[in-house]
């Protein structure tokens, strides 16, 4: 059984610039959460997608957005990026009924 | 509203050693708690969880917790320490019921030295 994956690893951006990280989520799992992690600090809650929907957002700003597919993956949009959106973006997906939600390894974004 | 806080965000062990990393959190509803480990430049992988069943849970790698209502606590705890659980580690707490946010503690970083 494949796990969660993100893509890319790493990624460098300039500040106004546009990004958008994707995620593949484990079989069977429709739950889709999205967490930045900034450095020496626990992940924080962006939004959560359940079958193509937001099901929940944290305390984020609306150029942070998002998207699932009817396979289930997911993208992170972030627009007009700020040197404070520099963090370990981390995917998680859930199986339906389920209470746990496993991670992907995180796509380092670094803004400069 | 929930809230996790993990007492000492470095704990230094020597290899062989009991190894114990405290989580208080706050919940106004029943809640479902978490351990996660972190190793470097890496996601987060699940240790554990209390889902209300036994409030003495048993997870990889010889790690276990306990939930104590009345303490507001899951301590993770392991009788002996091994170089390789040279770690960060996250405690988080959602609400029960499924497809609910994870709030997460800031984290403990734990050593182990020979």
């Known amino acids: 059984e494949t796990g969660v994956t993100q893509s890319p690893t790493h990624l460098i951006k300039t500040r106004g610039q546009q990004v958008t990280l994707r995620c593949s989520s484990q079989s069977g799992h429709n739950t889709v959460s999205w967490y930045q992690q900034a450095l020496g600090q626990g992940p924080q809650f962006i939004f959560q997608y359940y079958r193509e929907e937001e099901n929940g957002r944290g305390n984020f700003p609306p150029r942070f957005s998002g998207l699932q597919f009817p396979n289930y993956s997911s993208e992170l949009n972030v627009n007009a990026l700020e040197l404070d959106d520099s963090a370990l973006y981390l995917c998680?997906?859930?199986?339906?009924?389920?209470?746990?939600?496993?991670f992907g390894p995180g796509t380092r974004l670094t803004v400069l | 509203a929930q809230s996790v806080t993990q007492l000492g965000s470095h704990v230094s062990v020597s290899e062989g050693a009991l190894v114990l990393l405290r989580c208080n959190y706050s919940s106004s509803v029943p809640p479902y708690l978490f351990w996660y480990v972190q190793y470097p430049n890496q996601g987060l992988q699940l240790l554990l969880k209390y889902t209300s069943a036994a409030t003495l849970v048993k997870g990889i790698n010889g790690f276990e917790a306990e939930f104590k209502k009345s303490e507001t606590s899951f301590h993770l705890t392991k009788p002996s320490a091994h170089m390789s659980d040279a770690a960060e580690y996250f405690c988080a707490v959602s609400g029960s019921g499924g497809y609910n946010k994870l709030i997460f503690g800031a984290g403990t970083r734990l050593a182990v030295h020979p």
């Open positions: 998680a997906s859930q199986p339906s009924g389920g209470d746990t939600q496993y």
